[in-house]
RNA sequence: CGAGGGGUAGAGCAGUCCGGUAGCUCGUUUGGCUCAUAACCAAAAGGUCGUUGGUUCAAAUCCAACCCCCUCAACCA
């Protein structure tokens, strides 16, 4: 049984799960689902990322112990995750003992591409942070946030060569070893990383606390690159353990505004290290509330779990999985989804079942079990991650048995007494409708699992429809 | 300045690579059906395909210029 192995981005802990970290589970859940239909073995990961100075100040303004903090939150991501019905096996925590060990010896492993340097820019001693000479001079040497001017400062840091490996990751990418998607970001990737920079990898001790000590040197923690990219390793158990049944990874989901760093720094890692680079990374867009950025100060901010509650788990998966596209930015509307629910959802799929089974129970059809084979075209849609796509593909099957019903008139057979007829006719459109129920599987499990239990056996007709219109 | 995406019926989108008198879903209107969650099926109305120019027998599709919208822009995830 071939293995794959399948990623998710780890949120940073200093805010709460919103929709963003949502597309990017049930994009990943669909995935490990599918290939897990397929005859894989699948291991989906999810985790958390925990180190910083945002998170260590936030503790403090929340007057809780850091550690505290992040427990805390970590729970509610924990939970959020579930909700959304995200079948992960391995969660890895960057706070976790395990996970900082095995960063101290990656960090070890990727030495000889490590070296030390000062850095010096403009700071704002109220942002606690450095600016780029563009924002300085936009801001005219002074910060707006706090009103004060910013300082000259110089920091020495340790920085990791990203140039030892741009060539080894170009030719990655142009030979399809390393397929980012979709293509034009790929695009977009190739460009930015002729002209990457060596990245900081590292701290002061002064400035942050809240991190994974660097071995050997007790003047400096790692910053966030080495610490937080490896979770994808770490949780597998390397180096401790051999990981070449797992890695390289199928699939890794990120969000557009974190693939650069997935797509030059990690690889760049992952060569230092001797390591294969995945297959892919599938960078996915952001959701828009009617053509906006959400953000809680403008009030436009839409809460997955909200939706999950009002219309239930699988039509949210729905609406996300073919609605908002896989690659692109797309908009969420409250009408749109309502629109889809009872359009496609209730009027499409719910009352297609519940036509064939009323049929099936009055004219007493009994369905033998069968496995039921993914069509080529679905199979080729969903290897490439065009989830949307696939689903698009399934809906207009399911669209044409309810014209097939219409066009074959089993109730009129019914009435002239043709039965022989009349069971090859019903039995057709309901192996047909199953067959699309298991290609719906990976995006709506429920609901595919209660259409398989409504025609198993002795067929009833479901009491409560699959989809309540409300 | 730069880079990426986009501008096609009231709305949301496909079609653009490989040119051939525009297609899907929703909405609207009309008709049909009765197995069904007032669901389903059929049909109709609705578009000078951002602008201008070029290539061609023929352009949403190729070329050039321009306009508008969105995103990213280097250690702050």
Same mark, same amino acid.
């Given at each position: 049984?071939?293995?794959?192995?399948?990623?998710?981005?780890?949120?940073?802990?200093?805010?709460?799960?919103?929709?963003?970290?949502?597309?990017?589970?049930?994009?990943?859940?669909?995935?490990?689902?599918?290939?897990?239909?397929?005859?894989?073995?699948?291991?989906?990961?999810?985790?958390?990322?925990?180190?910083?100075?945002?998170?260590?100040?936030?503790?403090?303004?929340?007057?809780?112990?850091?550690?505290?903090?992040?427990?805390?939150?970590?729970?509610?991501?924990?939970?959020?995750?579930?909700?959304?019905?995200?079948?992960?096996?391995?969660?890895?925590?960057?706070?976790?003992?395990?996970?900082?060990?095995?960063?101290?010896?990656?960090?070890?492993?990727?030495?000889?591409?490590?070296?030390?340097?000062?850095?010096?820019?403009?700071?704002?001693?109220?942002?606690?942070?450095?600016?780029? &000479?563009?924002?300085?001079?936009?801001?005219?040497?002074?910060?707006?946030?706090?009103?004060?001017?910013?300082?000259?400062?110089?920091?020495?840091?340790?920085?990791?060569?990203?140039?030892?490996?741009?060539?080894?990751?170009?030719?990655?990418?142009?030979?399809?070893?390393?397929?980012?998607?979709?293509?034009?970001?790929?695009?977009?990737?190739?460009?930015?990383?002729?002209?990457?920079?060596?990245?900081?990898?590292?701290?002061?001790? !002064?400035?942050?606390?809240?991190?994974?000590?660097?071995?050997?040197?007790?003047?400096?923690?790692?910053?966030?690159?080495?610490?937080?990219?490896?979770?994808?390793?770490?949780?597998?158990?390397?180096?401790?353990?051999?990981?070449?049944?797992?890695?390289?990874?199928?699939?890794?989901?990120?969000?557009?505004?974190?693939?650069?760093?997935?797509?030059?720094?990690?690889?760049?890692?992952?060569?230092?290290?001797?390591?294969?680079?995945?297959?892919?990374?599938?960078?996915?867009?952001?959701?828009?509330?009617?053509?906006?950025?959400?953000?809680? !100060?403008?009030?436009?901010?839409?809460?997955?779990?909200?939706?999950?509650?009002? @219309?239930?788990?699988?039509?949210?998966?729905? @609406?996300?999985?073919?609605?908002?596209?896989?690659?692109?930015?797309?908009?969420?509307?409250?009408?749109?989804?309502?629109?889809?629910?009872?359009?496609?959802?209730?009027?499409?799929?719910?009352?297609?079942?519940?036509?064939?089974?009323?049929?099936?129970?009055?004219?007493?059809?009994?369905?033998?079990?069968?496995?039921?084979?993914?069509?080529?075209? @679905?199979?080729?849609?969903?290897?490439?991650?065009?989830?949307?796509?696939?689903? &698009?593909?399934?809906?207009?099957?399911?669209?044409?048995?309810?014209?097939?019903?219409?066009?074959?008139?089993?109730?009129?057979?019914?009435?002239?007494?043709?039965?022989?007829?009349?069971?090859?006719?019903?039995?057709?459109?309901?192996?047909?409708?199953?067959?699309?129920?298991?290609?719906?599987?990976?995006?709506?499990?429920?609901?595919?699992?209660?259409?398989?239990?409504?025609?198993?056996?002795?067929?009833?007709?479901?009491?409560?429809?699959?989809?309540?219109?409300?």
């Amino acid at each position: 049984m071939a293995k794959k192995y399948i990623t998710t981005a780890i949120p940073y802990m200093n805010g709460d799960p919103h929709i963003g970290h949502a597309i990017d589970y049930c994009l990943g859940d669909v995935c490990a689902r599918y290939y897990t239909l397929r005859g894989n073995e699948v291991r989906l990961q999810a985790g958390t990322d925990e180190h910083g100075n945002k998170i260590f100040n936030k503790a403090k303004e929340v007057g809780v112990s850091v550690q505290e903090f992040v427990d805390e939150k970590t729970e509610t991501f924990k939970n959020f995750i579930e909700k959304l019905g995200v079948s992960y096996t391995d969660f890895v925590r960057t706070t976790d003992p395990e996970h900082m060990k095995r960063v101290q010896e990656i960090w070890k492993k990727l030495e000889k591409h490590i070296y030390r340097a000062k850095y010096q820019g403009w700071y704002c001693t109220g942002c606690e942070r450095f600016i780029t &000479d563009k924002e300085y001079e936009e801001n005219g040497g002074i910060c707006p946030d706090h009103n004060k001017s910013y300082e000259r400062l110089e920091e020495e840091n340790y920085y990791f060569r990203i140039s030892d490996f741009k060539d080894r990751i170009l030719e990655a990418i142009t030979s399809g070893e390393m397929k980012i998607l979709p293509d034009f970001r790929e695009k977009e990737i190739i460009k930015l990383l002729k002209e990457s920079p060596d990245v900081s990898v590292s701290r002061p001790i !002064s400035q942050l606390t809240w991190g994974v000590p660097i071995p050997g040197d007790e003047s400096q923690v790692t910053y966030v690159w080495i610490d937080a990219l490896s979770n994808y390793l770490t949780v597998l158990g390397y180096p401790d353990e051999d990981i070449s049944e797992w890695w390289p990874a199928a699939a890794q989901f990120v969000g557009k505004d974190i693939l650069r760093f997935h797509a030059i720094i990690w690889p760049a890692m992952l060569l230092g290290l001797g390591l294969p680079l995945p297959k892919t990374i599938v960078s996915h867009g952001m959701i828009l509330a009617d053509g906006q950025k959400m953000s809680k !100060s403008v009030g436009n901010v839409i809460n997955p779990i909200e939706v999950v509650e009002k @219309y239930g788990l699988d039509a949210f998966r729905y @609406y996300f999985l073919r609605h908002i596209d896989t690659f692109s930015d797309s908009n969420f509307t409250w009408q749109r989804f309502s629109d889809a629910y009872n359009n496609e959802l209730a009027n499409d799929l719910g009352n297609l079942v519940q036509r064939l089974s009323t049929l099936a129970m009055k004219n007493n059809i009994s369905i033998e079990e069968t496995e039921y084979e993914f069509t080529k075209e @679905y199979n080729e849609l969903m290897e490439k991650f065009y989830f949307s796509k696939a689903l &698009d593909y399934v809906w207009v099957r399911i669209q044409e048995l309810n014209k097939r019903i219409d066009a074959e008139k089993p109730w009129s057979l019914a009435k002239n007494g043709e039965t022989e007829k009349l069971q090859k006719c019903l039995k057709n459109l309901i192996s047909d409708l199953l067959a699309n129920a298991k290609m719906l599987e990976p995006f709506l499990p429920a609901s595919s699992e209660k259409i398989f239990e409504i025609f198993r056996g002795s067929i009833t007709s479901p009491e409560t429809p699959l989809f309540p219109k409300g």
